[in-house]
Each structure stands twice: as C-alpha cells, then as structure tokens.
C-alpha cells in the first residue's frame, strides 16, 4: 500500500512538473506570426477580405436575433433566441453579447487595417483605405441602429446612438474623399444617407439619398457567404435549410416574401441584403411627407415600385415548409386567403402563397418585394396614410434583413459580460435596460397574433404595427423626421 502511494505521488508531482514545463502558449508557428503576415505580398488585399467576412459574421449575429424581435417572424422553436420573440429583452443573453463583440470587432479589424496593414503593405490605395472607413463607419451605424449605448472604443465610454451616428457619419465622410470607385462612392454615399435617415437630419438624409440614386440607380451591396469554408448564412438556416423545423414563421401578411434566403447548392448560400437603393426612395418619399409634401411623396413611392419590379424573382420548391406546424390549420397556406392588416382593415388577395404539392414552386423577390402598388399610392389621401404605406414597404422591402426592429424604436442592451468587464459601465446602468416604446411595450406578447379561419379563408391580423407607428410618430424612438 505504501510502495502505491508512492508511485502516486511521483506520478502526480511528475505531471505538475511536465504542465509547468509545458507553456502551449510558447509554441509559435512562424509562419503565421503578425510580422509573417504583414510580410506577404498585398497583405491589404487579405485584410479587406477579412473585413467582409466580418461583415457575414455580424449578419448572421443581427438578422435572425432582430427579425424575431419585430413582428416579421414568430419563432415557433427552441433552437433560435427564446426571449426576443416576446421582446424579453436581458442584458444576460449570449446573443446581446456575440453581436455587440462582432461589431466590435469589425471597428477594430478597420483601425488596424488603417494603421499597421496599410503602413506594412505599400501598394494600399486610397480605394481601400475608403473601404475600411466605410467599415469602421458601419460599425458605428450598427451599434446606433440596434443598441441602447455602446462603447466605441475597447472597454470605453459608452457612446449614445446619436454619437454613434455622428461617428458613422465622419467616416462615410472621409472615405468619400478618398475614394475613386464608384461603387465604393456610391456604398459611402448610400450609407452616409442611412445614418442621417436615423439621426433624423431630413436635409442631409435627402442630398446623400439624391446622390445615391444619381450615382448608382440600381446599387445593391449584399453580404456573402461561404457554403463550402464558412461562414454560411445563419437566416438561411432559419427560413428554409432547417425544413420542417419550421422555425421562423412569417406574418401571414408577409408570406408571400419567403424565404428571402433559400438553399440554392452545395456550394452557393444565399446572399442578405445590407444596402440598396431602394432605402434612398424611401429616404426621399418619408421627408417629403414631413414636409407635407403628399403630391411629392406619392411620386417618389411611384418611382420605388419599378425599382422593386427590376429585382430578380426566383421560383422556390418550399414544399418542406409546412406552415401549419403540429396543429393543421392553425396558420394560413394557400393562394386562397385573403389578409387583413387588423380587424378593422379590409382584406387582400395575394398575400399567401400555396407552397406544398407536387411540382409547385414560390415566387420569392430575393432583393426586394411589395404588396403596394401603383393605384394603392394614387389613392393615399393624407400624410398619415401615406406613411402607413411607407412603412408597410420598408417593412416588405426590408425583410429578412434585420431593419424592422429598429423602425419599431426597439433597441437591445449592452451584454453582461461588457457591463462586468468595463469600468465605464456601472452596475445597474440604464445601459443594460432596453428600450421598448409604450406603444410596443403593451402589445409585445401580441407581435406576431392573428386569426385565422381555414372554411372561410381568411386571416386577421391582431395589430397593425405600421399604423401604430404613425399614430405615434411624434415619439422620439420612431419615424426619425417627425
């Protein structure tokens, strides 16, 4: 017994002395070390790419998170964010903290791109170093558009969305002195519109938005993903490659535009919207209705429509969607229902698609897509029922791109593990408290509710969101030019 345990005790003193000997963190591939890097040729090239990934990264923490927060989807299952879907919104959730550190990250990639790369590689252009402006803008942009408060620098001060604005709105600025590309010009100039837009400066938002569309009449900048290295698309994954899970499900209102993302091949995900000029329409047609400028707007939003009729459509076999869950009937799936927005709104045709039988495919607008049409605008009689429209199109146009719940002035907390890590940050700071609207706050458990009767096909929808919106459009959490 005594010989045993003292070869136990060798044994254990030998293996605390080979894991002291053993420091992991001393091996050093020389091949991958910073200076090794910076030493290929073009490193900036690498970089930039590095910063779009980043850029799929922070989609795939933003889109699914937010568009089950708003009422474009219900999340009918447990593998997506439990809370958000009742816009129980906690500052302990592991989602609030991924996606505010890939926003993080993608500012600190572009300083560091903006100061080591560009030192190290000397062939950088001015275009590039745009890019990266126009990334570290966006970083700012994002963190304004779904976050409370945010620091903008590494366990800094917290920053308002205002001042986040601001700080987007520096950086589009300087890219665009920079920058010789068109397509870098128009990107900087469409997102520079986009952050006036929020920080409700109508002048500014509307000459960015001109320029857009003067420059780039169709301009379109997709995030990208990689079926095959990674990363692939979270919202994808949501809508359509889980199948039957059915997870998200949409607003029947909003049926007939999913899925946006879909599986096209092994090797091809489907690409998410990030800025079109689409926006710039609405931009324009919104601040000429705070102007009282109906005639105007009604042009605008005219004009918008044969944008959206130039996007693609393609045809989706969604026969694996099936709608109605474990409980048939219990939403609607055929070209049958007709949808009203609430109980005291009329109903509407074509808003529901059939998707299951043998040979039967879903028209599906993979850029933008609306119910409104032509004589609908025409037919706006007042301010108010023109924004309602607005909004109903930013709502179709935007969705599947996580911007509707912003436009519904809800905004997401500063994780936990940033509270605890950041001296700036004390405890209990409003911070770490969401913002929900009143008018979101009482009828949050009731986004998603409507009615559906299957023998007389039709489908009413509880609340009308975008009419709520209007009638509360002096709020400073909403409509940004009013």
């Not at 569309?213 to 379109?220: D, H, Q, T, V």
């Not at 070209?335 to 529901?352: E, F, I």
């Not at 009413?460 to 002096?474: G, P, S, Y």
Request: net charge negative.
């Amino acid at each position: 017994m005594k010989s045993l345990l003292k070869i136990s005790v060798v044994t254990a003193l030998l293996s605390m002395t080979a894991c002291e000997l053993f420091d992991p963190t001393d091996v050093v591939n020389p091949n991958l070390t910073e200076n090794a890097i910076l030493g290929t040729a073009n490193p900036m090239i690498s970089w930039i790419g590095g910063c779009d990934r980043q850029l799929a990264l922070i989609s795939n923490a933003s889109v699914t998170i937010t568009e089950i927060a708003s009422d474009n989807y219900q999340n009918t299952r447990t593998f997506f964010n439990q809370n958000l879907d009742r816009l129980n919104i906690l500052f302990t959730d592991i989602d609030m903290n991924t996606l505010q550190f890939a926003i993080h990250r993608l500012r600190e990639m572009a300083d560091y791109g903006l100061t080591t790369v560009a030192e190290a590689d000397p062939t950088t252009t001015e275009d590039q170093l745009a890019k990266l402006h126009i990334y570290k803008g966006l970083s700012s942009l994002l963190s304004a558009e779904y976050f409370k408060a945010l620091p903008g620098s590494p366990s800094g001060p917290l920053l308002s969305p205002a001042q986040h604005l601001q700080k987007a709105v520096d950086e589009f600025t300087t890219s665009l002195t920079l920058a010789t590309d068109p397509v870098t010009i128009a990107t900087a100039t469409l997102a520079r519109a986009r952050a006036h837009y929020r920080a409700g400066s109508a002048t500014n938002a509307v000459n960015d938005a001109q320029a857009a569309i003067a420059a780039s009449p169709s301009f379109l900048l997709t995030v990208e993903f990689d079926a095959t290295n990674a990363p692939t698309s979270t919202i994808q994954n949501a809508l359509f490659d889980r199948g039957t899970f059915d997870d998200l499900q949409p607003l029947p209102r909003l049926d007939f535009l999913d899925p946006k993302s879909f599986f096209i091949s092994a090797s091809l995900e489907s690409a998410t919207p990030f800025l079109k000029i689409e926006e710039a329409h609405l931009i324009i047609a919104e601040a000429q209705l705070a102007q009282n400028n109906l005639a105007g707007a009604k042009t605008t939003l005219t004009n918008l429509l044969s944008v959206v009729a130039a996007r693609p459509v393609v045809n989706v076999n969604d026969n694996v969607e099936g709608r109605t869950e474990a409980a048939p009937g219990s939403r609607p799936n055929n070209n049958a229902v007709q949808v009203a927005a609430s109980a005291t709104d009329p109903l509407r045709a074509g808003l529901v698609r059939t998707r299951n039988g043998a040979g039967v495919t879903v028209p599906v607008p993979t850029v933008s897509g609306t119910s409104v049409t032509a004589a609908m605008i025409t037919a706006l009689a007042n301010e108010d029922e023109a924004l309602e429209m607005l909004y109903l199109m930013r709502q179709e146009i935007f969705i599947a791109e996580g911007r509707r719940m912003t436009d519904m002035g809800i905004r997401l907390v500063v994780s936990e593990i940033e509270a605890l890590a950041n001296s700036n940050i004390p405890t209990g700071d409003a911070s770490t408290i969401s913002i929900l609207p009143s008018f979101i706050d009482g009828i949050k458990t009731e986004l998603d509710a409507f009615t559906y009767d299957a023998n007389t096909n039709t489908c009413i929808i509880t609340h009308n969101v975008n009419r709520i919106l209007v009638q509360n459009k002096t709020a400073s959490t909403v409509l940004p030019f009013h």
